[in-house]
């Protein structure tokens, strides 16, 4: 039951590394951070440089990982829940 809430944890984490402009990729070009929202535009331009929101691709991973690992939890299917 840990297991589920570390990921959750983690995944509110990734937010909060965004606002505080902590965690980001390589930089990029505007063509590329265009298909963003502007909240995250204005959030990844550092300095008037835009970088790579790598929290989207971090954040999915771990709310993929929290959905198997909630379903695991609660499955009948299987006798053996490791988690």
């Known amino acids: 039951m840990a ?4 990921i959750l944890t983690q995944a509110l ?8 402009q902590e965690a980001h990729g ?3 070009s505007y063509e590329f951070i265009k298909h963003f929202p502007m909240f995250i535009q204005k959030g ?4 008037g440089i835009y970088y790579n929101p790598t929290l989207i ?13 909630s379903s695991c939890v ?6 053996k829940n490791v988690l």
């Open 3 to 6: 297991a589920p809430s570390i």
């Open 13 to 20: 984490g990734r937010w909060g590394n965004f606002f505080n």
């Open 26 to 28: 390589d930089s990029v």
């Open 44 to 47: 990844m331009n550092i300095d």
């Open 57 to 69: 691709s971090k954040f999915r991973k771990n709310k993929n990982v929290l959905q198997v690992s």
């Open 74 to 79: 609660s499955c009948k299917i299987c006798e």
